[in-house]
């Protein structure tokens, strides 16, 4: 039988996606309201109107990357200042 880890490439490292080894990953409600700051009815309300992209279920639970909830705050911090210097 052919070794088949022989036929891949050395460096399977994609650069679609975000680097997820030094991220964290945050549980959800405590974790993301707590970094956040909205109640977790206002969360559950913005994934329900897919306003949370940062959201994702496993199996029963709700989790988020940490790197990605910093950084749809960030975009909306940069659209607040955008709008009000309009």
């Known amino acids: 039988m052919a070794n088949r880890t022989s036929a891949r490439p050395a460096s399977r490292k994609s650069s679609a996606g975000p680097d997820r080894m030094n991220d964290v990953l ?3 409600p405590e974790e993301v309201c707590a970094l956040t700051r909205r109640t977790e009815k206002t969360e559950r309300w913005m994934r329900q109107h897919r306003r949370t ?4 279920r496993s199996g029963k639970r709700l989790f988020a990357w940490k790197s990605d909830v910093i950084a749809y705050l960030e975009e909306q911090r940069l659209a607040d ?3 009000q210097q309009s």
């Open 81 to 83: 200042q955008a709008a």
């Open 26 to 28: 945050l549980t959800f």
């Open 53 to 56: 992209s940062y959201l994702w």
